[in-house]
C-alpha cells in the first residue's frame, strides 16, 4: 500500500486539486499522525462546498470528506497559520517539478501569500512573503545546500534530472554514469519516479528491471522515454477528473475439518494492495476497481 506520493502520483493530484482554486481557507487543524505532522485545510468553494484537504507529513496528502479529531488547543504553528490564511482564497497551486513539493497561492487583502508543501523526508510546511521570503515554518533547519529559517528567502531543491522532461539523449548519459547497480533502482531513486512507476516504465519499454543501467542502448533509452510519455499522456487525459484504482489482492484457502481434510468450499480473502491514479501493466494479475476519488 502506498504510504508515500512520488513525483508522478504528486503530477496527477496536482490536476485533481484544481478544482480547490477559489476556495476560501475555513479552517485549519495540526493533528499528530503516527509522530509526525497531520494538517486539515477545509475549504469551502463556490459550487462545491466543503472540501478537506489532509496533508500528513512526510509524504501524503489527499482530499477528503472524513474530519478526525483535532486538539482542543492548536499548537503555536497552527495559530500562525489561521492568522494569515483564514478567510484566504486560494488562487493558484502547482508542483514544483520533479521534486515532491507544491506550491499554494493564497490571495487575501493586504496581498498575497504562499504555503510550501515539502513531501519529502523528513517533511515540512512554510508560509512564505509574495517575494519568496520564509515567514514561518513547521521545521526551521541549515542543511548544507539551503536554510529553512524566518527571513530567508526560500530557495527550492535543485535537481541535476527533470523525470518528467529529460530526453533519451540524457538519459542515457545518466544511466551510464549511475552509480545503481540495477535499471529499476536507478530510475527510482536517482531519477525519483519512485519504485512503482519506474518497474512500469521498465514493463512498457519491455527490459528486465534488473539489467544493468550501463548497459542500456540509445533504443533502450529511447523505449523507456516513450513509457514514460505514456503514463504522462494517461495523467493527461485523465484532467481535474477525481478518482483511480483500488487493487485488490485476493487469497482463496481450503476449509478443513479437525483433522486436516479439506472440507466443500473456500475461503475467499481481500486485502486492499494498493491505490492508484491509472491502470497499470505492474497490476494486471490483479483485481482492480475503479474509485470515483
Known amino acids: 500500500m502506498t504510504k508515500e506520493l512520488s513525483s508522478v502520483d504528486l503530477f496527477y493530484l496536482t490536476r ?102 515539502e513531501l519529502f523526508s523528513p517533511g515540512n510546511i512554510l508560509l512564505l512573503k509574495e517575494d519568496n521570503t520564509i515567514m514561518s515554518a513547521l521545521l526551521c533547519k541549515k542543511w548544507k545546500d539551503r536554510d529553512i529559517l524566518p527571513k530567508k528567502p526560500y530557495t527550492f531543491p535543485q535537481s541535476p534530472y527533470n523525470l518528467f522532461t529529460i530526453d533519451a539523449q540524457a538519459l542515457l548519459g545518466f544511466l551510464s554514469s549511475t ?34 543501467p550501463s548497459s542500456c542502448t540509445d533504443a533502450q533509452a529511447h523505449a523507456l522515454i516513450a513509457a514514460r510519455d505514456s503514463i504522462i499522456r494517461q495523467v493527461r487525459q485523465a484532467g481535474e477528473a477525481a478518482g483511480g484504482y483500488i487493487i485488490h489482492d485476493i487469497h482463496v484457502r481450503d476449509i478443513r475439518d479437525n483433522g486436516g481434510a479439506v472440507k466443500e468450499g473456500a475461503i475467499r480473502e481481500v486485502a486492499i494492495k494498493d491505490v492508484v491514479p491509472l491502470r497499470l501493466l505492474l497490476y494486471e494479475k490483479y483485481a482492480c476497481e475503479e474509485a470515483a476519488s
Open 179 to 212: 552509480d545503481k547497480n540495477v535499471l529499476v533502482t536507478a530510475l527510482a531513486v536517482d531519477l525519483g519516479f519512485g519504485g512503482k512507476y519506474a518497474e512500469e516504465i521498465s514493463l512498457r519499454a519491455q527490459l528486465d528491471k534488473n539489467m544493468a
Open 16 to 117: 485533481e486539486f484544481q478544482q480547490l482554486i477559489s476556495g476560501k481557507i475555513d479552517k485549519i487543524y495540526q493533528c499528530e499522525h503516527d509522530g509526525a505532522g497531520e494538517f486539515l485545510f477545509i475549504f469551502h468553494i463556490p459550487s462545491l462546498g466543503k472540501k478537506i484537504l489532509r496533508i500528513m507529513l512526510p509524504g501524503m496528502l489527499y482530499l477528503t470528506d472524513y474530519k478526525p479529531e483535532t486538539p482542543l488547543t492548536p499548537s503555536g504553528f497552527c495559530m500562525f497559520l489561521r492568522k494569515y490564511l483564514t478567510n484566504a482564497r486560494l488562487r493558484s497551486l502547482s508542483q514544483f517539478q520533479p521534486e515532491r513539493i507544491l506550491e499554494f497561492v493564497f490571495e487575501k487583502k493586504e496581498g498575497s501569500y504562499h504555503l510550501i508543501v
